[in-house]
Every structure is written in C-alpha cells, then in structure tokens.
C-alpha cells in the first residue's frame, strides 16, 4: 500500500477474503467469520483505505483477498489481490502505479491480468460506494 498514491481517494471492496487470525482490532463489532463472509456476499465488504492500512499493520494474515478501488462512477481502478498468502497481483489504470511497485519489491513480474468487473456487476453501487 505504502508503493501506491492516491488509494484514499477510491471507494474499496472487500471481496473473497479469507484470514488466519483476529480481526476485532480493525472491525471491533465483527468476528473474522463474519468479515469474511461479509466479503463474499454479492457487494463485498465496503472499507476504507484507512481500513486497510490498519488491516496491513495488524498483524493478521490475509490468506485471500480481492481489495478493489472504484471510482465515484463505480469503475475499477486499482485491484490488489492477494493470491494463497503467497504473492499479489496488482491491476492499475495507471502505469505510475506499476513503476512504483516495481521499485518497492524486488521479485517483480509482469503477467497478464485483467481487468476487475465494475461495482455494477459485482453487487451495484447503490449504497454509494
């Protein structure tokens, strides 16, 4: 997250999340089951990118996740996708995103990957996002 500008200004999803640990110190009034399930109902979980800071500085392991940034259109972004606890992939509209993962790790490899589905298709944006 610390690679990428500008993540605060999208509306993001949780989608298809799994975790090996506690969430309650970022979502205090959920227990892990319930985020996760939450993040597999048809509109994600929506989350901030504060959220998700406190996620990554947590200490709880995301074995899956699919953290995707809208814009106020509901169009995607940014994806993040955590693959297995093992690597991510990273999906960007923009081409300084990629350069600036690039320069942030070490083991970085170019395949392809599409593009997310927008937030109409993945359960609407009609909570606003």
Same mark, same amino acid.
């Given at each position: 997250m610390r690679s990428i500008d500008g993540g605060e200004a999208l509306h993001w999803r949780l989608f298809e999340a799994e975790f090996n640990g506690d969430v309650r110190a970022v979502w205090p009034k959920s227990g892990t089951l319930a985020v996760e399930q939450q993040s597999r109902e048809p509109g994600g979980l929506r989350l901030s990118w504060e959220i998700m800071a406190a996620l990554a500085g947590s200490g709880v392991q995301i074995i899956d996740g699919d !953290? %995707? $940034? !809208?814009d106020d259109? $509901? %169009?995607?972004?940014l994806q993040l996708l955590m693959v297995d606890s093992g690597h991510w992939k990273v999906w960007s509209v923009r081409p300084a995103d990629y350069a600036s993962?690039?320069?942030a790790f070490a083991r970085v490899e170019t395949v392809p990957h599409t593009q997310p589905e927008p937030a109409i298709r993945r359960g609407g944006w009609a909570d606003g996002g």
């Open positions: !953290f %995707v $940034g !809208f259109a $509901g %169009v995607p972004q993962v690039r320069k």
